[in-house]
C-alpha cells in the first residue's frame, strides 16, 4: 500500500508539472514578439517598404491601431536616410475607408498611426471573443506632367508585440506586387482568458457559499449572526470592484454579465437582506 501511494503521489506531481510547463509556454507564445515580412514574389531593387506595427486593440472601439513607417529602396530612395527621390502615394484600407498617404519627394517620411477596422467578433462575447481585421497596403508612383499613377512594388514588414492579444497574420488572396492584403485574426491572450475565467468562477462560487448559508440560516441549521451580515455586504461591493478590475473588460452588458455577475449580484444581495431580517427578527424577541 505505501508503495501504490508513492506511486500515485509521483504521479500527481508528474501531471501538475507537466500542466504548469504547458500553461506557461502558452502564456508565452501570445507574449512572444511576432515579425513577418509579406511579398508576393521575390521583391525587385525598385521599392517600397511598410513597416506595420500593430501599436493596440480597441473591441469597443472597434479598430486596431496600426504605426505605419515608410522606406524607399532603388529608384525611389534618393539617399540612406531615407528621402523619397519621386512622389509616392500608398494607399491604406483604414476604419474610415481607403485614406492616401502622400510621401513627396526629397522629404524623410515620418511614421503615420491609422485605425483598422474590426470584424466578426464583438466585445460582448469577452473574453472569448475573437476578431479579424484587414491591413491592406498599396502603392503608386505619381509621375509626369498629367500626374498617371504607377504601381509601385510593396513590401509589408509585420510587427506586433502587445502581449494581451494573439494575433495570426497571413498573406491574403488578393495580393499582388504593388498591393498586399494581410489578414489578421485577433483573439484575447491566454492569460487574460485564464484569469477572467477563474475571476468569474470566483464570482460564482463565492455568492453560493453565501446563498448556501442563508438557506441554513433560514432552515434553522445556523444560527444568525452580525459577522455573517458583514461578510454578505462585504461581498456585496465586492463582485462590482472584481468585475470591472478584469483586463481589459468592456463596459457593462457583456454575456457574462448576463450569465454569471447580475445573478452573483442577485443571490448575494437577498442573502444580505435576509441575514438582516433574521439578526433584527431575532434581537427584536431578545435572544442574544
Known sequence: MPTKRALLFLAAIAIAAGVYVFAVRHFQRDAQFQQHTFSVGTPPADRVEVT????????????????LGFEPFGKYAADRFGRFARDVTVIVAT????RPIRLSAGEIPVSIDKDIELGDGSPKDYPFDRYTARLGISAFEQSGSSRASTPVTTVV???????????????????????IDVRLLIWRSAAIMTFSTMMYAAMVLVSASVLVFTVLVALGRVEPDFGMMLWSGAILFALPAVRNSLPDSPPLGIQADYYIFMWAETAVALSMVTLTSYLIAKRARGEP
Open 95 to 98: 476604419a474610415d475607408g481607403y
Open 52 to 67: 506595420a506595427q500593430i501599436i493596440g486593440v480597441s473591441p469597443v472601439k472597434d479598430a486596431l491601431q496600426v504605426r
Open 157 to 179: 514588414h509585420y510587427e506586433e508585440d502587445l502581449g494581451s492579444y494573439g494575433i495570426a497574420p497571413d498573406l491574403g488572396p488578393e495580393s499582388t506586387r504593388a498591393m
